[in-house]
C-alpha cells in the first residue's frame, strides 16, 4: 500500500491534491479555513442558505407545520458528518493507495431534549446525545488497514471535531429599522 506520487486512486489525482494542499498550505489564515454562510427567511420555517456559489433550502416537516420540502438544520448536520466521514475515508484509503470498491455509511442520531428547542422546556440541551456512524466499505486492503483509516478518518473529520469540541458561538443581533 504505498503512497502514489502522481496516480489517480479512487478518481482523486494523488499528485494534484498534494499539489493543492501544498498551495493552499503556503496561504496565509488558511490553516483557520474560514467559511461563510448566509441565510435568508423565506416564510414559515423555510429558508435558504448560501455558502461559497451553492444555496441549499431548510425546512420542518409537516408534522411540525413546515412545508417538509427540505432537510431541516438537524438532519443537514447529521448528513453533513456522514459526507464528512466518507471523504475523509476516501482521502485517507486513497493516500494510502487503497482502493475503494464500494463506500456506504449509516448514520443515526438522538436529541438530548428537542423540547428545550420547541418551548416545551425540560431538562437538558436541544442538540445530538449520540450519533451512530457505521461503514460499510469493500476496498483492497485487510480488515486491519481498513480499521486503522477509518480510525483516523474519525479523528480528523472537521464535521465530528466541531460537534465534539467546546466552539466559541459569537452571536450578534442587529436590528434594522
Not at 461563510?36 to 441549499?56: D, Y
Not at 407545520?65 to 432537510?71: F, K, L, N, R
Not at 443537514?76 to 475523509?88: E, H, N
Not at 488497514?145 to 460537534?163: A, C, D
Amino acid at each position: 500500500m504505498a503512497e502514489n506520487g502522481g496516480s489517480v486512486v479512487n478518481g482523486l489525482n494523488i499528485g494534484e491534491f498534494r499539489e493543492a494542499v501544498k498551495t493552499v498550505a503556503e496561504q496565509d489564515g488558511s490553516r483557520h479555513a474560514p467559511k461563510k454562510a448566509r441565510v435568508q427567511w423565506m416564510g414559515g420555517f423555510t429558508f435558504s442558505a448560501l455558502t461559497r456559489n451553492h444555496t441549499f433550502v431548510i425546512d420542518e416537516p409537516a408534522h411540525l407545520t413546515g412545508e417538509d420540502e427540505a432537510p431541516n438544520s438537524m438532519e443537514y448536520v447529521l448528513g453533513a458528518y456522514g459526507a464528512c466521514l466518507a471523504t475523509g475515508f476516501v482521502l485517507n484509503a486513497s493516500l494510502q493507495g487503497v482502493s475503494i470498491r464500494n463506500l456506504e455509511l449509516a448514520l443515526d442520531a438522538t436529541q438530548d431534549n428537542v423540547f428545550t428547542f420547541l418551548g416545551l422546556g425540560g431538562d437538558g440541551h436541544s442538540g445530538f446525545s449520540s450519533i451512530n456512524a457505521k461503514l460499510f466499505v469493500q476496498a483492497e486492503a485487510d480488515a486491519e488497514t481498513l480499521q486503522r483509516i477509518w480510525e483516523k478518518t474519525i479523528e480528523t473529520s472537521p464535521v465530528g471535531n466541531s460537534l465534539v469540541h467546546n466552539v466559541v458561538i459569537n452571536p450578534a443581533l442587529d436590528v434594522i429599522p
